[in-house]
Every structure is written in structure tokens, then in C-alpha cells.
């Protein structure tokens, strides 16, 4: 049985959300702590229809390591209260093909996310995770002044959560394997509504 309470030290941001009464944190994914369970995560059902990885451990394995070369992006592991739940990857929007879609600015940043842990579902805790990583990406470079997204038009749940996580949808636009919302999310109004 795969330990999913191991001790986290090194977050890259951790903060009490008052709102959900719980801490939310992230941390740089690590190939050999993480393997395993990003392996199970993708192989969940109700991951597998958007993020298609439904594959053999060492193919997730080459993945991790690809992530991990690529100077674009960074992958993150979202925690609740110390325990994993969350993948995230977070992007530079204009070496992104979403960068092709937008005239993207130099510091946007975006995140791609899955939730892995189907017992997080269903207790409020979406808004919060996801207003968590986007301040987190605001915070990291002072100079983003706005966070992007483009979920697929299939993407209800998450679709419907992104106007209380101060996410504006811009229209949608055809990416190699989806057609998506293109959102945006401003630093103005994230910070008005939420705090930095």
C-alpha cells in the first residue's frame, strides 16, 4: 500500500486557506518519490479521458523525466493537509503552443492540473487548490501579470470553478488534442479578490 502521508519539508509554497480550514501546499515533484503515485493517478479512471497517460509505469517514468529537462515548465505535487492529491504543471505561456494562440506576454505563466485522489472529491476543495497554484505562480515572478489556462471545452467541473478563481474566458481556440476555453486570469483581480 503505497504511503500517501510521507513528510513533506520542502515546499515551494504552503498557506492555511481559511476558507476550506486547511493548509495547501506544492512542492517540485521528485521522480523517485513520485513515480508511483502519478503512475496510479493517471491510471485512475477519471483521469485517463483527459489526460490520456493510461500507460506501463516506465513510460510515466519517461515522462517525469522529460518534464523535469524541459526549461518551459515545472511539475508540482498538491498537497492537502500534508497529503498528496494534486499534479500540476506549470508553463511559460509564450514557449507554450498556447503562446501561438494569443499574443502572449513574456512572464504569463499557465498550469495544466489533474486531481489524483478521488477522496478529495466532492468536499469544496477545488477552488481553493486551484486559487492556491495560481497565487503561487503570481508570487513566484512579480513580474507575471497574468495566468492562462485552456481546458478543454469537455472539462465541465473545472470549467465551472474557474470564475470564482477570478479565470475570464477569452473564446475558445483549436489545440493539437482538444478544442479548449482560452481563460486568463489577471493579477489586478486576483489580488483585489483575493489577496497576494
Sequence with gaps: MLDLSMPDTAFAYSRHDPDIGRTISFRLLEKERDLELLWRWMN???????????????????????????????????????????????????????????????????????????????????????????????????????????PSVAARRLLRYAPVCAFEEQGEIDLPDKRAKLMFCHRERFSQQFGL
Design 44 to 150: 485512475q479512471p477519471h483521469v485517463v479521458p483527459q489526460w490520456k497517460m493510461a500507460k506501463p509505469i516506465e513510460d510515466i517514468a519517461a515522462y517525469i523525466d522529460t518534464n523535469l529537462a524541459d526549461p518551459h515548465q515545472d511539475p508540482y505535487i498538491g498537497l492537502i493537509d500534508g497529503i498528496p492529491m494534486s499534479y500540476w504543471e506549470a508553463y511559460w505561456a509564450k514557449d507554450d503552443i498556447l503562446g501561438r494562440h494569443y499574443p502572449a506576454e513574456e512572464r504569463d505563466r499557465g498550469w495544466h492540473m489533474l486531481v489524483g485522489e478521488p477522496s478529495f472529491f466532492g468536499h469544496g476543495t477545488a477552488p481553493a487548490v486551484i486559487r492556491a497554484f495560481t497565487r503561487f505562480l503570481f508570487l513566484d515572478d512579480p513580474a507575471t501579470r497574468k495566468v492562462v489556462g485552456e
